[in-house]
């Protein structure tokens, strides 16, 4: 069924909008029905998130994640390839991560850092490009590859943990910590410096503003250069834009490498900044989540931004209502699935009925 085009500014916030508000009443209806008080979840959610410094700080850790994962998505989709192999690539990347940190001898952290994140965006990349590569020269469906590619990217780094990458002796699959001199200044430590105090006790770092800059420059490369007029218009007729002169090989692989690479820049966040050491699924799922984040955001680095936001306050004031209520974590993980559901699925369902009340956009208009 067609469904009516609506003007632009009620397919950006009103449609989104209304996806979330419909995702939080049938949440309180099922919290309700398990005997809590909405209100009261609500609140501890909403404090728990973003009433203290260390709410913020777990709020912001998440939310980076979730714009790298995002950004890695909302890439892809400009040429209507849809990487959901995130989180294989972010695997990945910290593999890259890992690499980097353990085995160079790094005078400063600033250079480990800019090191460190070559390494995860080439491991994000190069593991983004095979199925890249697959479905421009043999036909093969990226969906069903990139699926793939995340299960054989956790079996390698289980073996390269198990076998390679363990200390002698630890009995822990994870590999030995990394050197002092690599480790990320925390939020806390960048705040001090304009005088702003903030949570010591946060795994916020210096990749949030690296994460930002990530938003900025995927604007610039899709809406300002030549390649990202490229990348949309394979995306809007992949026929029209072959006429035109664009290889469709060489722009599906292109694509597949910058979302590669954005994916695995996650592990700067997560590995270097947070644990200082390689683990297994050091990602938790954010690869996955980078698809909900990239839908609600329209494919647009501003909107991944704020999509990233309020999935970093989920994932935060989820935590802080599984700690202090009897809510289980079970019904926690529902709630993020009812607003990835709204916000993903049943987007068109909300968009038709927002088109019955304002009807329309203009012909040639907004």
């Avoid at 959901?84 to 695997?91: N, W």
């Avoid at 809007?236 to 590669?260: D, F, K, N, W």
């Avoid at 609600?296 to 935060?316: D, E, S, T």
Wanted: charged fraction near 10%; proline fraction near 4%.
């Amino acid at each position: 069924m067609a469904v009516k085009r609506i003007p632009d500014w009620a397919d950006v916030v009103l449609v989104p909008l209304v996806s979330l508000i419909l995702a939080f009443v049938i949440s309180a209806l099922v919290i309700v029905a398990i005997g809590e008080d909405p209100w009261a979840a609500t609140q501890m959610m909403v404090s728990g998130a973003l009433g203290s410094t260390y709410g913020w700080g777990y709020t912001l850790y998440y939310a980076t994640n979730f714009m790298f994962t995002g950004l890695a998505v909302a890439v892809a989709f400009q040429a209507k390839l849809f990487n959901i192999g995130g989180e294989g690539q972010a695997t990945l990347g910290g593999l890259g991560v890992a690499l980097a940190c353990l085995y160079l001898p790094w005078p400063h952290w600033s250079l480990a850092l800019l090191g460190a994140a070559l390494g995860a965006a080439a491991f994000g990349a190069l593991w983004a490009a095979i199925p890249g590569y697959l479905q421009a020269k043999r036909g093969s469906h990226i969906v069903i590859t990139t699926i793939m590619f995340n299960f054989i990217a956790a079996a390698v780094l289980n073996y390269v943990l198990v076998n390679q990458l363990r200390p002698q002796g630890s009995m822990d699959p994870a590999s030995a910590r990394f050197p002092e001199v690599t480790q990320l200044p925390r939020l806390h430590e960048i705040l001090e410096v304009v005088g702003i105090p903030f949570s010591r006790s946060t795994p916020a770092n210096i990749s949030l503003l690296i994460a930002l800059a990530a938003c900025v420059a995927v604007w610039f490369l899709l809406w300002r250069t030549r390649l990202g007029y490229q990348i949309r218009a394979f995306g809007h007729s992949e026929a029209a834009a072959q006429y035109a002169g664009i290889s469709p090989l060489r722009i599906t692989i292109v694509v597949m490498l910058i979302s590669g690479g954005l994916s695995g820049m996650m592990a700067i966040n997560n590995v270097m900044g947070e644990a200082q050491r390689l683990v297994l699924n050091a990602v938790e799922g954010a690869g996955f989540i980078g698809i909900a984040v990239a839908l609600m955001g329209r494919n647009h680095p501003f909107g991944v931004f704020l999509a990233a936001l309020l999935f970093g306050f989920l994932y935060q004031g989820g935590a802080e209502l599984a700690l202090w209520t009897s809510i289980p974590r079970e019904l926690i993980v529902v709630i993020q699935a009812l607003v990835i559901l709204f916000t993903g699925a049943l987007d068109n369902m909300v968009r038709m009925g927002i088109a019955k009340v304002i009807g329309p956009a203009k012909q040639g208009g907004a």
